[in-house]
């Protein structure tokens, strides 16, 4: 059980809370500022006159408020939590605070737990009983342990730490220690709120923004406590820290702050994509449900994919994929059009449907016309529970957290990287490839972040000079052969949907079978070259035939290739594997269209005449 970019908050305040607002409407208030991070479900915890208070439940926090009224939580000491869960139905039960058997810890967690089956494993046969089916839940568990061997609230907790693998922001409350919370943190973010009188901690800045702008950002591997008045804090490896000197006063709006301090949200997701990437990866290796759609597609007659927009563009690359990888066809059709493709359909097949919102009308349409025909429904989504994995036989999740930004961007990212692991599941299972073949493809996967991250650093630059010129353009090509093709109709659609310049895709070896006739002098032809030696040389014929009629060449390409004194305008990436392909070309293009638009004067995050999932036909 998974849940991703939560929201966390807690408040720690003297009796006589300066703020004149009881702790539990401070907690709540907060908790709505990280509404927008998207949840399904929320909770509280508090510690008063002796006794651990836990409200939760499955829902928005303004209908847990009229049912178990969040804010009316006792204490000065009192966590919250809302849950954005990215696997398994959101429901009460795992809905977070999480306690241990003595209801004396509360725990709210956000992140993975990569190995919680083992720890949940190690404390049943001590006699823990579990009570959710979360990751989350082995860590009020483990300190309960940890405290029966210690005596020691603290230590038991940093043990507990030092057993986890995999991302986290915790913060705990509890009976014994009933002035501190608890905090660690691994990856997921978490920061410290300094007031006169109380302190905060939290996964973002929004939720005490308007009580305090002092913060202390909290790193990796670092854990402590606050209480109302003070912080210990201390890298888990190397001891205490001076945070004094880590004090930042923040100057942002509390909008501002709901974009971590970015001017768009879809600047905001394209900078968050290694962790979207990291955390998607995580969640699927740890995931049993890949096991059975592997075994699904394997024992299919025919296999089809579907989707709309950027969803297809994952669907194209993934059929591709399973083409080039496992020498599998698979059929990819454009959701709105299943009524050309159902009834080729029949039991024994599989259909999958990629869809970030799991409510896009064309690909739920789709699904049912297939399941009419006794086709096996494989969803992958980005959202639990919604009505295409509802209605699918297996749903696979990416865990890149709500997208608020209208043009999917860290969606598509995580949508190819789950569909290349599903490949290259399958590949194994096979045996296509050998076991130190498949374990050399996964640590290629386990660098996506990385070089992600790379890119986003190498590449904005000359991609944020490229959009002034580019803003002055009235209509693109998009080219690409093989593996690049879906890559390049991806980044014509963003810049379509963002900066509404005409951006059309197509393989480039079809250039000269009519779309050539368009290309004039300074026509811009942009190229996503894969570092495919093969598609590279057929790819420089394509160049140099747009270059003799006048055409502006653009580049996405590897720094290492033969073809960057081809290109007006070469956009070099880090070097690595084809496989990387996706992630190393599209983040230039996701820059390349927000930067266009905002030179334009366009607001990226609302362009005009589309919604962010299209619900009716
Ligand atoms: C892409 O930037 C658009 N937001 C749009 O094409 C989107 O990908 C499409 O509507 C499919 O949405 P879904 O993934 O939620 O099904």
Same mark, same amino acid.
């Given at each position: 059980m998974f849940h991703l970019v939560c929201g966390i908050i807690g408040f720690c305040t003297l009796s006589k809370t300066p703020l004149a607002q009881s702790p539990g409407s401070v907690l709540f208030k907060g908790l709505k500022r990280l509404e927008y991070r998207g949840y399904d479900s929320a909770g509280v915890a508090g510690v008063y006159q002796g006794k651990l208070i836990v409200l939760k439940g499955k829902g928005k926090l303004d209908e847990l408020e009229e049912k178990i $009224?969040?804010?009316?939580v006792r204490g000065y000491t009192v966590i919250g939590h809302t849950r954005w869960a990215t696997h398994g139905i959101p429901n009460d039960v795992n809905a977070h605070p999480q306690t241990d058997c003595r209801n004396e810890i509360a725990v709210v967690h956000n992140g993975i737990i990569q190995n919680y089956r083992e720890l949940r494993q190690f404390l049943v046969e001590r006699g823990h009983v579990f009570e959710?089916?979360?990751?989350?839940?082995v860590i009020p568990h483990l300190v309960e342990e940890f405290y029966r061997e210690f005596n020691d609230l603290y230590t038991a907790f940093k043990q507990a730490i030092k057993m986890l693998k995999g991302s986290y922001a915790i913060a705990m409350v509890s009976t014994i220690e009933p002035d501190k919370i608890f905090f660690a943190r691994k990856d997921s973010p978490l920061v410290i709120g300094l007031g006169n009188g109380y302190n905060f901690v939290a996964s973002?800045? +929004?939720?005490f923004l308007e009580y305090t702008n002092r913060v202390i950002i909290v790193y990796d591997d670092e854990i402590g406590y606050i209480t109302s008045t003070n912080v210990f804090l201390e890298n888990i490896g190397s001891g205490v820290v001076d945070w004094s000197k880590r004090v930042r006063v923040v100057e942002w709006s509390i909008e501002d702050a709901s974009k971590?301090?970015? +001017?768009?949200y879809m600047l905001k997701e394209i900078m968050e994509q290694p962790r979207a990437l990291r955390d998607t990866l995580y969640g699927l290796l740890s995931d049993v449900v890949v096991d059975e759609a592997v075994s699904i597609l394997l024992n299919s007659r025919k296999v089809f994919i579907t989707a709309a927009g950027t969803s297809f563009h994952a669907s194209l690359y993934y059929s591709l994929l399973s083409s080039i990888l496992l020498g599998k066809p698979v059929i990819p059709f454009i959701?709105?059009?299943y009524m050309v493709y159902s009834p080729i359909a029949s039991s024994g097949d599989t259909l999958i449907v990629v869809s970030q919102s799991g409510e896009t009308i064309d690909s739920l349409m789709a699904l049912r016309a297939f399941k009419k025909k006794g086709v096996r429904v494989i969803a992958v989504s980005n959202v639990v529970d919604s009505a295409i994995p509802r209605e699918s036989d297996v749903a696979l999740y990416t $865990?890149?957290? +709500?997208?608020?930004?209208?043009?999917?961007t860290k969606t598509f990212t995580t949508q190819v990287l789950l569909l290349t692991f599903l490949a290259l599941k399958q590949g194994s299972s096979i045996g296509r490839f050998s076991e130190s073949e498949y374990r050399e493809y996964i640590g290629l996967l386990k660098k996506v972040p990385e070089f992600s991250r790379e890119v986003l650093a190498s590449t904005e630059d000359i991609v944020k000079e490229l959009a002034k010129w580019l803003s002055r353009k009235k209509s693109i090509y998009y080219l690409s052969r093989g593996i690049g093709l879906p890559i390049a109709m991806e980044g014509a659609l963003k810049l379509k949907e963002i900066a509404y310049i005409h951006a059309e895709s197509y393989p480039a070896g079809e250039s000269k079978h009519g779309p050539i006739a368009l290309v004039e002098k300074d026509f811009p032809v942009l190229f996503v070259i894969p570092p495919i030696d093969y598609l590279e040389e057929l790819l420089l014929g394509n160049i140099q035939e747009m270059k003799a009629r006048g055409a502006t060449i653009i580049c996405v390409l590897s720094e290492k290739s033969n073809l960057i004194d081809q290109c007006h305008y070469p956009i070099k990436t880090p070097h690595t594997h084809w496989l990387l392909t996706p992630f190393t070309h599209t983040i230039p293009l996701q820059l390349l269209a927000y930067y266009t638009a905002v030179v334009k004067g366009l607001d990226p995050d609302k362009p005009r005449n589309l919604a962010k999932t299209v619900t009716v036909e």
């Open positions: $009224r969040l804010s009316s959710s089916d979360t990751d989350t839940e973002d800045i +929004p939720a971590s301090g970015y +001017p768009h959701a709105s059009e $865990r890149a957290g +709500p997208e608020i930004g209208v043009a999917a």
